[in-house]
């Protein structure tokens, strides 16, 4: 579908005044702050970056919650490491973390 510059602009305003109302204010507030999300490639970069990593691990880090990662030496558990340091080894079970046995 081809439309003019000043088409196009006509569409969305008649878009947004029909969405506007049909919905609730929480509604278009909740897309309005969607709006303002910084461009996905930006996002994409800082998360799979160092200084998004170390972000990440900051914020997980100041809720005091556990991190996660694969055990290297055997396939398929996991590495829970609490805030204090402490380490178990488990799987995820229905969304939880379950620990195993200790390796002997």
């Known amino acids: 579908m081809e439309r003019t ?20 204010h929480a509604g278009v507030t909740t897309i309005k702050q969607a709006a303002k999300v910084k461009k996905l490639d930006e996002l994409l970069d800082l998360s799979t970056g160092p200084k998004g990593k170390e972000l990440a691990l900051a914020e997980i ?8 990662s694969s055990d290297a030496d055997e ?5 829970e490491r609490a805030a204090d340091g402490t380490q178990r080894r488990g799987r995820f079970v229905n969304r939880r973390f379950t620990p195993i046995a200790a390796k002997r």
């Open 5 to 24: 510059p000043t088409a196009q602009l006509e569409f969305w305003a008649k878009l947004g005044r029909v969405m506007e109302g049909v919905m609730s």
């Open 61 to 68: 880090r100041r809720h005091k919650g556990p991190t996660y």
């Open 75 to 79: 396939a398929g558990v996991i590495i």
